[in-house]
T-cell receptor
């Protein structure tokens, strides 16, 4: 079946460090891929997405490239800030019953950035 | 626009009690979803509604029922709460086959 695997956390970094959070997926067909972020006490917010192979999603300095050959969608940021501390979820979409899009989530990776 | 709103924000129930979680969206989206979030499990789909008048089961539907009251509202009902239903519940909405937008969540504790 369809699934998402992302690296275990927590990830602890100093401000201005480089961030990589690994995400790989298993899916039939050609899913869309997403990164969502959850700040403490809040709901999930879309961070970026990519809908086809080799697409690069980017937002707020974060980037991820849809790699079909390695079934990966790793999240990167060149210089993290304390305000980036949050839980990051990788997700993919499938067609549910030929209508609507159900999201399948990874378990989440907690990022903690210290100054 | 308020986006996706959920009520209540927090609820404590005793085993066997019932309750309904409310969700509304003002973005004119066709599809709405209910997820639960448990530590170390990510989010899991409980039920979804691809359009007004339709509902379908997700990954973990047992113990829940849903109603798509109209295009804006999608409620989740626990008929007889169990401790295993202690969780954070998120409602989401989205245009067909596109990005989903999440509400702030309802924290439920079942004693």
């Amino acid at each position: 079946g369809n699934s998402v695997t992302q690296m275990e956390g927590p990830v602890t970094l100093s401000e201005e460090a480089f961030l990589t959070i690994n995400c790989t997926y298993t899916a039939t067909g050609y899913p869309s891929l997403f990164w969502y972020v959850q700040y403490p006490g809040e709901g999930l917010q879309l961070l970026l997405k990519a809908t086809k192979a080799d697409d690069k999603g980017s937002n707020k300095g974060f980037e991820a490239t849809y790699r079909k050959e390695t079934t990966s969608f790793h999240l990167e940021k060149g210089s993290v800030q304390v305000s980036d501390s949050a839980v990051y979820f990788c997700a993919l979409s499938t067609l549910a019953n030929q209508a609507g899009t159900a999201l399948i989530f990874g378990k989440g990776t907690t990022l903690s950035v210290s100054s | 626009n308020a986006g996706v709103t959920q009520t209540p924000k927090f609820q404590v129930l005793k085993t066997g009690q019932s309750m309904t979680l409310q969700c509304a969206q003002d973005m004119n989206h066709n599809s709405m979803y209910w997820y639960r979030q448990d530590p170390g499990m990510g989010l899991r789909l409980i039920y979804y509604s691809a359009s007004e008048g339709t509902t379908d089961k997700g990954e973990v539907p047992n113990g829940y029922n849903v109603s798509r009251l109209n295009k804006r509202e999608f409620s989740l009902r626990l008929e007889s709460a169990a401790p295993s239903q202690t969780s954070v519940y998120f409602c989401a909405s989205g245009p067909l086959q596109e990005t989903q937008y999440f509400g702030p969540g309802t924290r439920l504790l079942v004693l």
